[in-house]
């Protein structure tokens, strides 16, 4: 991988949290099914306009389009249930 492909990433510690501070980050992070390091993140990021790049993988090779999903589900819903009368 060539030297200007390295993402470095710098980690951080911070000290003196307030509490009303640390429960919003705490709920936002509940609320949204993330981190509490996700979550700060993205409130930094958002906090200075750079929003955090986000690796997108619907494009990969073999990815199901959202109808091709969405046909897969109907599917596995039809043959979920079960038939009453082949269980007599």
Known sequence: M?????I???QYTIRNI???????IKARAKQL???V???ALELLA???GR???????RKMPGAWSRQ????FEAFLNEHRTIDAELWK
């Open 33 to 35: 099914g993330k981190s």
């Open 37 to 39: 390091n996700q979550v």
């Open 46 to 48: 958002v906090s200075f």
């Open 2 to 6: 060539p030297a200007d492909d390295i």
């Open 8 to 10: 470095e990433c710098m």
């Open 18 to 24: 307030p509490p009303d501070l640390d429960r919003a």
């Open 51 to 57: 929003p955090l790049r986000r690796r997108d993988l």
């Open 68 to 71: 091709e999903a969405t046909n």
